[in-house]
């Protein structure tokens, strides 16, 4: 599809006022939701939380029990064939069938009455945007887990679709082919300028793949934004807990020159790179891998970290490879995530007094109530 196309027929799909209930049971209530034209967003949350109630309301697979659903301000339904045709899904698992990839890649396009020609030259350059060029003999069953999901992603994109619903398609992967896939999935999207809804529990995906996310929480909308404030600055303690995160800390503003805030926070004063003025109160939060554990006394580098605050170890918690490491400076409270061999080599223990060090660019700030 090309971009000036892509322009035209992306929509911006919104919903109001949609509700989703089964038996009496509330399982999605989202009083507004709107994907900006040609941009994907990622809806992230537990399992059960309603990603995908909602993700079938949107794409006009499941009638809601109240609201409706919009294209460019347009009310569509259900049965809406017009509108059903816009769109296109890839699921959890490919469900490819007996055959040839190319078999595959063209069922929708046979069923839409387009000619043999006409077919092959859309399936040959649908595969090469999903980096299978010259793929289309090859069976179906031979496939791994990972070429069968883009052969499922090159069968809808073969549709030319406007709106594009993808409902965790890397669940099953393991986690090395999930994020090699994850990349290749943002740069197809963004390449193909489509509006697309992408559902999925694991927020390393969301951010590497999403222009916008939402996070979900029994059937809300709890938190809403681009991927670095929503995965950084959370807004209340369970969305803190739910990104791995410590609470967002209230502070105060008390000097800004060229960019560089420093913000009075419960006893300690943190830098950040933020334009607010003197005076104003803000929210601000560091993500763990940005925290940098050091010795008590020790010499840091020069021109490292702005930050660097005396501090004491509060919690530990080994998660694999790495320990995620709570500690205290004043009255606030940080996160950080250092190796095994790191902690072993600090001594990392309650009560231990180390220094934690993090980048003013690290720090990410809002107004508080804004």
């Known amino acids: 599809m090309s971009d000036s196309l892509a322009a035209v027929t992306a929509p911006a799909v919104c919903a109001e006022d949609v509700r989703v209930t089964y038996r009496g049971r509330t399982v999605v ?15 992230l949350g537990a399992s059960g939380a309603g990603k995908s109630t909602l993700l079938r309301v949107l794409g006009l697979l499941e009638r809601p029990t109240r609201g409706r659903v919009l294209f460019d301000g347009s009310t569509v339904r259900t049965g809406d064939l017009v509108a059903r045709r816009r769109i296109a899904a890839v699921f959890q698992k490919p469900y490819l069938l007996r055959g040839t990839v190319a078999d595959n890649v063209a069922y929708g396009l046979r069923l839409r009455g387009i000619s043999p020609a006409e077919r092959a030259g859309r399936v040959a350059a649908s595969l090469q945007r999903v980096g299978l060029a010259g793929w289309e003999l090859r069976s179906a069953l031979t496939l791994s887990g990972g070429e069968a999901q883009r052969v499922a992603l090159a069968r809808a994109l073969v549709l030319e679709p406007s709106f594009l619903l993808l409902d965790e398609p ?63 600055l959370p807004a209340d303690p369970w969305h803190a807990s739910f990104v791995d995160m410590e609470p967002s800390l209230p502070g105060r503003v008390t000097a800004s020159v060229d960019g560089l805030a420093e913000i009075a926070v419960d006893g300690v004063s943190v830098y950040a790179t933020t334009g607010f003025a003197t005076g104003s109160d803000v929210l601000l939060a560091v993500r763990p891998e940005d925290v940098t554990l050091w010795e008590s006394g020790v010499q840091m580098p020069a021109g490292s970290a702005r930050n660097r605050l005396a501090c004491v170890v509060e919690e530990t918690l080994p998660r694999g490879g790495s320990v995620r490491v709570v500690v205290r400076s004043g009255g606030a409270r940080f996160a950080a995530s250092i190796s095994r061999a790191s902690a072993a080599e600090l001594g990392v223990a309650p009560g231990s007094h180390l220094v934690a060090s993090f980048k003013a660019t690290a720090v990410r700030v809002r107004l508080l109530g804004g």
């Open 170 to 232: 890397l669940s099953y992967m393991d986690p090395l082919l999930k994020r090699s896939l994850s990349v290749e999935f943002a740069e197809i999207l963004a390449g193909e300028r489509i509006t697309a809804l992408y559902v999925t529990h694991d927020q390393d995906e969301a951010a590497v793949v999403a222009d916008r996310i939402g996070v979900m929480r029994e059937g809300r909308i709890v938190a809403e934004g681009d991927p670095d404030t929503v995965l950084g």
């Open 29 to 43: 209530d989202v009083p507004s939701i709107t994907l900006a034209s040609g941009q994907t967003y990622a809806l």
